[in-house]
T-cell receptor, first 113, second 112 residues
Framework: SQQGEEDPQALSIQEGENATMNCSYK?????LQWYRQNSGRGLVHLIL?????REKHSGRLRVTLDTSKKSSSLLITASRAADTASYFC?????????????FGKGTKLTVNP | SQTIHQWPATLVQPVGSPLSLECTVE??????LYWYRQAAGRGLQLLFY??????ISSEVPQNLSASRPQDRQFILSSKKLLLSDSGFYLC???????????FGNGTRLTVT
């Protein structure tokens, strides 16, 4: 079953703009992770944020986590055409076993040059 | 450094034929191993995960099975493929519950 759900399903922006993607989940978690997938490829890990953290940065990426609302957001600043990809959030499940990582359906981001 | 190998990259199989997809990890020991399937334009569906040899959890009841004959080897199998088994199969590994997943390049399976 899906744990995380990303929003929006698709996002199209111009180069230089910021892109924000959201993720909602249902159960208590140890951590939430964001991944990127280029078309036809495996996923690449971007950021892991633990349940006791509220914000994390990595380069042009900023992730926030609100455990009270069971939601997270991924912000990509000053986007580039090379950022075009699908972005997924993934959560573990404290009750179901933290080894089990479940992904959402993803947000397809298109950055137009 | 750790690497993950997944093969083949593409596979076309007739309905009713068997399947064997292999995944191996190098440079680490006792990894957690995962099989996911992704339908075209969709999210990832967790199929199986394993926290050790002979410890495999199945998430979706179907005609697929998984085995872990060695610590760093994870095999996805089917005795008889269905059309609905078509998809993009991804193997992944991680060290522990607070580690990121590392994915292979995937196998594109088309059942005809």
């Amino acid at each position: 079953s899906q744990q995380g759900e990303e929003d929006p399903q698709a996002l199209s922006i111009q180069e230089g703009e910021n892109a924000t993607m959201n993720c909602s989940y249902k159960t208590s978690i140890n951590n939430l992770q964001w991944y990127r997938q280029n078309s036809g490829r495996g996923l690449v890990h971007l950021i892991l944020i633990r349940s006791n953290e509220r914000e994390k940065h990595s380069g042009r990426l900023r992730v926030t986590l609100d455990t009270s609302k069971k939601s997270s957001s991924l912000l990509i600043t000053a986007s580039r055409a090379a950022d075009t990809a699908s972005y997924f959030c993934a959560t573990d499940d404290i009750q179901g076993g933290s080894e089990k990582l479940v992904f959402g359906k993803g947000t397809k981001l298109t950055v137009n040059p | 450094s750790q690497t993950i190998h997944q093969w083949p990259a593409t596979l076309v199989q007739p309905v009713g034929s068997p399947l064997s997809l292999e995944c191996t990890v190098e440079g680490t020991s006792n990894p957690n191993l995962y099989w996911y399937r992704q339908a075209a334009g969709r999210g990832l569906q967790l199929l199986f995960y394993s926290i050790g040899i002979d410890q495999i959890s199945s998430e979706v009841p179907q005609n697929l099975s998984a085995s872990r004959p060695q610590d760093r080897q994870f095999i996805l199998s089917s005795k008889k493929l269905l059309l609905s088994d078509s998809g993009f199969y991804l193997c992944a590994w991680k060290e522990n519950y607070n580690s990121p997943l590392h994915f292979g390049n995937g196998t594109r399976l088309t059942v005809t």
